[in-house]
């Protein structure tokens, strides 16, 4: 008589591919999961709690810290919902340039998750070809803001920098420079058979499960939900810009890479537009009182992270801190369906599907 | 040194014998020191990187310095391992890696042992590291390494299927399973080599030497993102090195049996190329595989384990099933 | 439920993508590379990087928004009265840094009234002890290599916007 037994396996907190300290316990017969458990909170730092103690100057820098692979639209987010609930305008310069850093934070960030997603299913060179790419983007935010990772560079009311002299030819240049690169490492990957075979029909769902599920991003466009908030509710400029929505119809990890791989050429175009239109002078900071003070009330801003929807909600009692802060993290929430989708898959495509909904740890544990 | 094969065995002739060996094992660890530093040189470069060259001029005491390091480390063993079986399997995975370079030959007369079947008496013996792979992967007392050891084992059991099935028209066009008579039957122009006649093989026997060693795309056992390190993941030390070093060992030898076997061996590519000695093509045959190796690790990624069965059993299999017949049918009309 | 994702060319036959990865690669291998000589060669950042701070203690005027603005409240100081009895308010008396918990982040520099404290571009950090991590005055005063040319003290009460 062969007795069989299931095996509990550990995978991380410490793990090349969980991205970060994140844990997943799963029964496995032979190689097959039947069930996981993911474990998170090990990055926890309660920066929702922290605020209650920080004016909203002083949250900026901890919203880097969070999904700190795409820091520009969380920084954004903040100040974007402090903006709303005090009713300021900000100049139009300054406005620009928060959407371009937005743009070129959304292709580095889908380069970071390019690179490590091939790193995952085993190809070791696409990781450095896309780090190298977005090196160049990190250097432009170092030229701008002074930082390459944790930028503090917006402000309630406008920017903190004004872009230096000729930087934005550069970002004009770079712009070229990566149309061609895509095109690069579309030969390089994504016409490989052994990739295509890797990720083709793994982790596929619905998109009435998306959308039960709470989905968002490129998780959610992979089911044919055309939902981009850029378009459905224009924040910023985007407005202004033409740009295509792409979206998936087998909501597989296929469909995922290629609306990301997609997603970088879209953000490239709205980039060509802003730097064409970018005005010639200007504020890059609005009319601010010295301190923060929104008045009581509450306020809810949504707008669309590279990992999906990033909200913000702020309960303002009228101090210059606000009573209750919330973050609403997409990586958070497109984590929730990873223990359905494990189930029935191998070891192998574990890493496959927790690679292909794009989770940044900093943001998880937030 | 094939007379002193068939002489009086002397303690002279053992003395030729086991200097012999010891220069084997030179130019092997010489290979081996020098195809690490190389292979990371040219992924580096693949990747707009330089690669080691820090340690030593160009870094090329890079390797030296990691086996010092790994020499010099704490040898741990897990508490709840199994002690015997987990020190037996380094040793288990080295030893035959080192017994299958005899039957290799160099040049015409530059050959250990000339065997008659030569190229079985590698497939016997390189089999036995597929034991010990899966005997330190179930001595470890982890499951990363237990999981390895399992994929290591089906993978290997079932490339070893195409790979001598895939060798099967080489020895039907010579009439021979000795490594030399190969060689010697594949004199004259490059077309004479056996990867014109034998396409269909000599790509069966390349996927499947790819994956015999364990490299990317097969790389497995070892599948770093989802296993970790597969079955060494609990060795470290030397007896992480020795695993290491039959690895690297295996590559030298499955580039030895490529070129002997499909790229005429010590052959020139033409007749009239005779006098640069038949070494030098043979090294350059060679480091055209290794190098092929290494690019290609550079560029994939990694199968999964049921599409690594499939290409297996339902591809190669076939390929290299249709490769004899044909053959067969080739050498009954043409000769 | 169209898709209006481009799919990749379709290949031709089965390996051509991979034959194309692989072409891609052996092109890398003849292109210059991007590897920084650091530790040999510095690196230059731009001007505006934010490095380690340096303190200026004449200029400081002991107004504690530096302290009050940091958010992981990193800086301590404290002020002692005028030597110069002719002259009213404070001088700095001590000022630390604890860069076990400095983010870099650039508000103390950035509510600073006199630029007393400013942002350099060196970033070496490293040390063997947390003990070395905490800078004092003299250490901050010392740092005076690479300093940040343009401040743009955007939140200090002279500037800033409207009041």
Redesign the interface.
């Known amino acids: 008589m062969i007795r069989t037994e299931e095996?509990l396996?550990n995978v991380g907190p410490q793990?090349?591919?969980t991205h970060g300290v994140f844990r997943i316990v799963v029964k496995?017969d032979g190689?097959i999961i039947t069930e996981a458990t993911p474990v998170m909170g090990y990055l926890h730092r309660g920066t929702e709690k922290l605020a209650e103690n920080?004016n909203f100057?002083?949250?900026?820098?901890?919203t880097d810290r969070m999904d700190y692979v795409s820091a520009m639209t969380n920084n954004y987010v903040l100040v974007h919902a402090v903006e709303k609930l005090m009713g300021l305008e900000v100049p139009e310069r300054a406005e620009f340039l928060r959407l371009i850093v937005m743009e070129l934070q959304r292709v580095a960030s889908h380069l970071v998750w390019w690179g490590t997603y091939?790193?995952?299913?085993?190809?070791?060179?696409p990781f450095?070809?896309a780090f190298?790419d977005r090196?160049r983007i990190l250097d432009l935010f170092?030229?701008?803001?002074?930082?390459r990772l944790?930028y503090?560079y917006m402000?309630v009311?406008g920017v903190?920098?004004d872009a230096?002299d000729g930087w934005i030819d550069k970002v004009k240049e770079l712009v070229r420079y990566l149309y061609g690169q895509l095109e690069?490492y579309?030969?390089?990957?994504?016409?490989?058979?052994?990739?295509?075979?890797?990720i083709k029909g793994v982790g596929a769902y619905d998109a009435k499960t998306a959308i039960a599920y709470g989905l968002s991003g490129a998780n959610l466009r992979s089911t044919?939900v055309k939902w981009d908030l850029r378009k459905n509710e224009p924040y910023s400029l985007y407005d202004r810009f033409e740009f295509?929505?792409?979206?998936?119809?087998n909501g597989d990890c296929y469909?995922r890479y290629?609306?990301r791989?997609?997603e970088i050429?879209q953000s490239l175009r709205i980039l060509e537009q802003a730097l064409e239109q970018f005005p010639e002078g200007g504020e890059t900071?609005?009319?601010?009182?010295?301190v923060i003070r929104p008045p009581a009330g509450e306020i809810y801003v949504r707008i669309e992270s590279p990992r999906g929807e990033i909200g913000c909600y702020i309960v303002s009692k009228g101090k210059a801190e606000p009573y209750r802060l919330k973050f609403r993290r997409p990586s958070f929430v497109n984590l929730q369906i990873l223990p359905k989708l494990l189930v029935g898959e191998?070891?192998?495509?574990?890493?496959t599907i927790l690679g292909g909904i794009d989770i940044v740890l900093g943001e998880v544990d937030c | 040194m094939q007379h002193y094969w068939n002489s009086p065995v002397t303690w002279g002739h053992a003395g030729i014998y086991l200097l012999g060996a010891i220069a084997v094992l030179a130019v092997v660890i010489f290979f081996v020191t020098y195809a690490i530093y190389f292979e990371r040189k040219v992924?580096g470069w693949?990747?707009?990187?330089q690669g080691p060259n820090r340690t030593g001029p160009l870094g090329l005491l890079q390797t030296a310095a990691d086996v010092a390091k790994l020499l010099m480390k704490e040898d741990t063993i897990p508490a709840r391992a199994d002690r015997v079986l987990f020190i037996l399997a380094p040793v288990l995975a080295f030893v035959p890696s080192f017994l299958v370079l005899a039957i290799i030959p160099y040049g015409l007369n530059l050959q250990f042992a000339d065997l008659n079947v030569g190229f079985l008496y590698y497939i016997a013996l390189s089999g036995v590291t597929t034991i010990a792979i899966v005997v330190a992967g179930w001595a470890s007392n982890n499951?990363?390494a237990l999981?390895g050891g399992m994929?290591s084992a089906a993978q290997m059991i079932s490339y070893e299927v195409p790979l001598v099935m895939s060798v099967v028209g080489v020895a039907m066009m010579t009439g021979s399973l000795n490594l030399r008579d190969i060689v010697i039957g594949q004199e004259g122009y490059f077309w004479h080599w056996n990867f014109i006649p034998q396409i269909l093989g000599f790509a069966v026997f390349v996927i499947a030497a790819v994956s015999e060693l364990n490299r990317?795309?097969f790389?497995?056992p070892e599948?770093?993102?989802?296993?970790?390190a597969g079955y060494h993941v609990e060795y470290s030390g030397f007896r992480f090195a020795f695993f290491m070093l039959s690895e690297y060992v295996y590559m030298y030898a499955i580039a030895c049996l490529g070129t002997i076997l499909f790229l005429g061996g010590w052959n020139p590519p033409l007749p009239q190329l005779d006098f640069i000695p038949g070494l030098i093509w043979f090294a350059l045959k060679f480091a055209c595989i290794v190098f092929f190796l290494f690019w290609i690790?550079?560029?994939?990624?990694?199968?999964?384990?049921?599409?690594l069965m499939g290409l297996a059993w339902k591809v190669l299999l076939p390929i290299a099933i249709a490769n004899i017949f044909l053959t067969a049918l080739g050498i009954e009309w043409f000769g | 439920?169209?898709?209006?994702?481009?799919?990749?060319?379709i290949?031709r036959f089965?390996?051509?993508?991979?034959l194309?990865?692989l072409?891609?690669?052996l092109k890398?291998m003849r292109t210059k590379k991007?590897t920084y000589k650091y530790p040999d060669v510095p690196i230059r950042?731009?001007d505006?990087?934010?490095g380690i701070q340096y303190f200026e203690p004449d200029l400081c005027i002991v107004c504690n928004q530096c302290a009050r603005?940091?958010?992981t409240e990193c800086i301590t100081l404290t002020g002692k009265p005028n030597p110069d009895p002719a002259k009213k308010g404070k001088v700095i008396d001590t000022f630390d840094i604890n860069f076990e918990i400095c983010?870099?982040?650039?508000?103390c520099t950035?509510v600073c009234p006199t630029e007393a404290i400013v942002?350099t571009n060196n970033f070496e950090l490293a040390t063997y002890s947390r003990d070395d991590l905490f800078k004092d005055r003299d250490w901050l005063y010392g740092n005076n290599q690479n300093i940040?040319q343009d401040n743009?003290n955007?939140?200090a009460?002279q500037r800033?916007?409207?009041?």
């Open positions: 095996l396996l793990h090349p591919s496995l190689e920080l100057t002083q949250i900026i820098p901890y091939l790193l995952d299913i085993g190809a070791l060179s450095l070809y190298n090196e170092n030229e701008l803001c002074g930082a944790t503090n402000r009311g903190k920098w230096p690069e579309d030969a390089l990957v994504s016409g490989n058979e052994i990739f295509l075979s890797r044919g295509d929505v792409p979206v998936g119809r469909d290629l609306i791989v997609e050429r900071m609005g009319k601010v009182p010295r191998s070891m192998t495509n574990l890493v | 992924i693949m990747q707009f990187r499951k990363y999981l994929r990317t795309p790389d497995l599948a770093e993102s989802e296993l970790v690790r550079a560029t994939l990624p990694r199968l999964r384990v049921d599409q | 439920m169209t898709r209006t994702t481009r799919p990749p060319t290949a089965k390996g051509a993508g991979i194309k990865g072409g891609v690669t890398t991007v950042m731009p505006r990087f934010r603005i940091c958010p983010i870099l982040c650039d508000l950035e942002m940040r743009n955007i939140g009460p800033g916007g409207a009041k």
